[in-house]
């Protein structure tokens, strides 16, 4: 069997949702301390729900294909939902990751959090700090910027 689905080669090769939003309404970054992989996630907000959606990644294969599969997901979603996209929703929707990549999809689940913190901040709208445990921006881990 080979290592990567056949969706995850297609989302590799032709990644949905890639660039930047100028005028974004919130911005996720999250880096990866240890690999030094990084995604931003750029939401543009309309009726709290996501209209637009557009990423960078600067990491491997895996999670470029994350990425662009969890746009995907998330497009047209309220916010609310794409709160709820976790990294194995993106995993099963690639059709699996080998098990020493899984932690790229988490990169994404992360990127869409940061993100809706950042329009939660923004428009400082209270939230469960639970519902961002975990979620280490770039600041943090010193990988980014
Ligand atoms: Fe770093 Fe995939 S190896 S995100």
Redesign the pocket.
């Known amino acids: 069997m080979a290592l990567y689905s056949e969706k995850v080669m297609d989302h590799f090769r032709n990644p949905r949702n890639v660039g930047v939003i100028a005028d974004a309404d919130a911005v996720g970054e999250v880096g ?1 301390a240890k ?1 030094g ?1 990084i995604m931003k996630m750029y939401l543009k907000i309309q009726d709290d729900k996501i209209a637009d959606v557009k990423f960078e990644t600067f ?2 294969g ?2 470029i294909a994350s990425s662009s599969m969890a746009t995907e997901l998330i497009k047209g979603q309220p916010l609310s939902q794409a709160l709820k996209l976790t990294n194995q929703a993106v995993t099963e929707a690639l059709d699996g990751l080998p098990a020493h ?1 899984l ?2 999809s988490v ?1 994404a689940e992360e990127a869409i959090k940061s993100a809706v913190k950042d329009y939660y901040d923004r428009h400082g709208i209270a939230y469960d700090p639970a519902l961002f445990a975990g979620v280490e921006d770039c600041a943090h881990c010193g990988e980014g910027a």
Do not use: I
Request: glycine share 10%.
């Open positions: 990866n690999c992989d990491g491997c895996s999670a990549k932690h790229c990169l």
